[in-house]
C-alpha cells in the first residue's frame, strides 16, 4: 500500500494520510456498489487495504452536509465525491487520484478483475 499512497501524493499534492483514507473511501464504495467477487480479489491483492477501509470511514463518517447533498442526487459516485471532499480531496485531485488507484489495481489483479467492477458502477468510468 505504501507504494500506492506514494504514487498518490506525488500525483496529486495529497498528504500521504489524506491519500491512505482516500483510497479507504474509494475502496470501501467499490465494496458496496461494485461486484462483490472483483472488489473482494482486488482488496485482497491490496496489502493493508481493510485497514485504510477502517481508517477512511471513520474519517467520513455519515457524510456532513457535502454527503448529505450526495445523497439527496441519488448517491453512488456523488456521495462518494461528497466523502472525498470531507477529508480535504478537491474536484481536481480526485480524478488523478481514482487513475492512480485503477491503474495499481490493474497492476495487482488484471483487467479481467478490475474491468466489470468500473463497468458495474454508473460514472465511475470518468475516474480510471
Known sequence: MDDLIARITERTGLDAETARKAVGIILAFLRKEGPPEEVNRLIAAMPSAEQAIADGESASGAGGLIGSLGGMMGGGVMQLGGKLM???????????????????????????????????????????
Open 86 to 128: 470531507q477529508i480535504g480531496v478537491d474536484m481536481g485531485q480526485m480524478q488523478p487520484l481514482g487513475k492512480e488507484l485503477f491503474a495499481y489495481g490493474r497492476e495487482k489483479v488484471g483487467e479481467d478483475t478490475l474491468g466489470p467492477i468500473v463497468g458495474s458502477i454508473p460514472g465511475l468510468q470518468q475516474f480510471v
